[in-house]
């Protein structure tokens, strides 16, 4: 079982940035590969980012290339969520996840808030 506790939300202007962390509980943390998601008011839970279990291999969701980037540090079992240049549209509770791909999630975190104001 892998516990995820997600945290760096918060209020920020459009065009501010953010870091989100997520800790991971578990000896295994570099066996899984480590997504973050996000879900909107009124909409559906979205993929953003997700990275497998070395870092080595980075994927985002079109939308998103080159504001946010995604990084992992298993020496600290977490994983990070660079976010620049934000937008209104950002807004969203962004929840880590942890499993085999992006489309195989095992593991999800609680959900950490980011408003972004206009």
């Known amino acids: 079982q892998v516990q995820l506790v997600e945290s760096g939300g918060g209020l920020v202007q459009a065009g501010g940035s953010l870091r989100l962390s997520c800790a991971a509980s578990?000896?295994?943390?570099?066996?899984?590969?480590m997504g973050w998601y996000r879900q909107a008011p009124g909409k559906g839970r979205e993929f953003v980012s997700y990275l497998t279990g070395s870092g080595s291999r980075q994927y985002y969701a079109d939308s998103l290339k080159g504001r946010f980037t995604i990084s992992r540090d298993n020496a600290k079992n977490t994983v990070y969520l660079q976010m620049n240049s934000l937008e209104p549209e950002d807004t969203a509770v962004y929840y880590c996840?942890?499993?085999?791909?992006?489309?195989?999630?095992?593991?999800w975190g609680k959900g950490t808030q980011v408003t972004v104001s206009s």
């Open positions: 578990g000896p295994t943390f570099s066996n899984y590969a």
């Open positions: 996840a942890a499993g085999l791909d992006r489309y195989r999630m095992q593991y």
